[in-house]
């Protein structure tokens, strides 16, 4: 406004601002996740249909992505990002050490970042099924591979578009909302809200904060507590209406 005002009283012939550009503060994952109030997530049965609707109605890749999503809590941008040598087949293990950056949504133009904070680093255990199907999906990539021949980018991505360079953020969620229509599920969720879900079945299963602090990879507690806290309240509303609805059950047939 100044330079402005400078101009029309012939002060400065120019506004050296003109193409200046405030920067927008960027979120964290951490704050993101953080503040999150509106966390939706996939009940147990929800799962199970969606994943069963991805085995046999996906399209390539679909169902080992949303699986690992599911049974792992990675975010989208880790799993992408992930590269063959950073699954352990023997011990059952993914380290997880970067997360993928695609602002145009296109595959030749991404960077491989280090994870926002020091947390996010990490080594999680696999569920043997999961394993089971990264080696069949590297088997098929392999194929691919031959296919191409020279044509294929060989950089050692897990979930490689054809072209062998890592598949973009959009289509996972394209791929997602589609999946969700075929299996009539009408939830606005996205794959980050597998990340919800998997912590929900956590916290039904028992598992201990600080537990799922280090396979989620949260930097510090207090962004575990904040999902928890709401997750939990969550679990808690749903278990008191269906105890609601037995106790209504029982009380008609007496």
């Given at each position: 406004?100044?330079?402005?005002?400078?101009?029309?009283?012939?002060?400065?012939?120019?506004?050296?601002?003109?193409?200046?550009?405030?920067?927008?503060?960027?979120?964290?994952?951490e704050?993101?996740?953080?503040?999150?109030?509106?966390?939706?997530?996939?009940?147990?049965?929800e799962?199970?249909?969606?994943?069963?609707?991805?085995?046999?109605?996906?399209?390539?890749?679909?169902?080992?992505?949303?699986?690992?999503?599911?049974?792992?809590?990675m975010?989208?941008?880790?799993?992408?990002?992930?590269?063959?040598?950073?699954?352990?087949?023997?011990?059952?293990?993914?380290?997880?050490?970067?997360?993928?950056?695609?602002?145009?949504?296109?595959?030749?133009?991404?960077?491989?970042?280090p994870?926002?904070?020091q947390?996010?680093?990490?080594?999680?255990?696999?569920?043997?099924?999961?394993?089971?199907?990264?080696?069949?999906?590297?088997?098929e990539?392999?194929?691919?591979?031959?296919?191409?021949?020279?044509?294929?980018?060989?950089?050692?991505?897990?979930?490689?578009?054809?072209?062998?360079?890592?598949?973009?953020?959009?289509?996972?969620?394209?791929?997602?909302?589609?999946?969700?229509?075929?299996?009539?599920?009408?939830?606005?969720?996205?794959?980050?809200?597998?990340?919800h879900?998997?912590?929900?079945?956590?916290?039904?299963?028992?598992?201990?904060?600080?537990?799922?602090?280090?396979?989620?990879?949260?930097?510090?507690?207090?962004?575990?507590?904040?999902?928890?806290?709401h997750?939990?309240?969550?679990?808690?509303?749903?278990?008191?209406?269906?105890?609601?609805?037995?106790?209504?059950?029982?009380?008609?047939?007496?």
């Open positions: 406004m100044i330079f402005k005002k400078a101009m029309e009283l012939e002060l400065i012939n120019s506004n050296p601002t003109e193409y200046a550009k405030v920067p927008k503060q960027k979120k964290t994952v704050d993101i996740e953080r503040g999150n109030k509106d966390m939706k997530f996939l009940e147990k049965h799962l199970a249909l969606f994943l069963k609707t991805a085995q046999e109605h996906g399209l390539a890749m679909d169902y080992v992505v949303f699986s690992t999503l599911a049974y792992t809590g975010r989208l941008g880790e799993l992408l990002a992930l590269q063959w040598k950073d699954i352990n087949f023997k011990e059952h293990t993914i380290a997880i050490t970067k997360t993928l950056y695609s602002p145009r949504n296109n595959e030749r133009y991404y960077q491989l970042l994870p926002k904070t947390g996010s680093i990490r080594t999680i255990k696999v569920d043997p099924n999961i394993i089971s199907l990264l080696k069949k999906h590297k088997a990539q392999n194929e691919i591979k031959l296919q191409m021949g020279e044509l294929y980018h060989d950089l050692g991505f897990v979930f490689a578009r054809p072209s062998g360079f890592p598949e973009v953020p959009k289509k996972i969620e394209l791929r997602m909302k589609r999946l969700l229509r075929i299996a009539n599920i009408h939830k606005r969720v996205t794959p980050h809200s597998l990340r879900t998997h912590t929900s079945l956590l916290i039904e299963a028992g598992v201990g904060i600080k537990e799922i602090q280090q396979r989620l990879g949260h930097a510090d507690i207090e962004t575990t507590m904040n999902i928890y806290a997750l939990t309240k969550d679990l808690e509303e749903r278990a008191s209406q269906k105890f609601g609805e037995l106790m209504s059950g029982l009380i008609k047939n007496l």
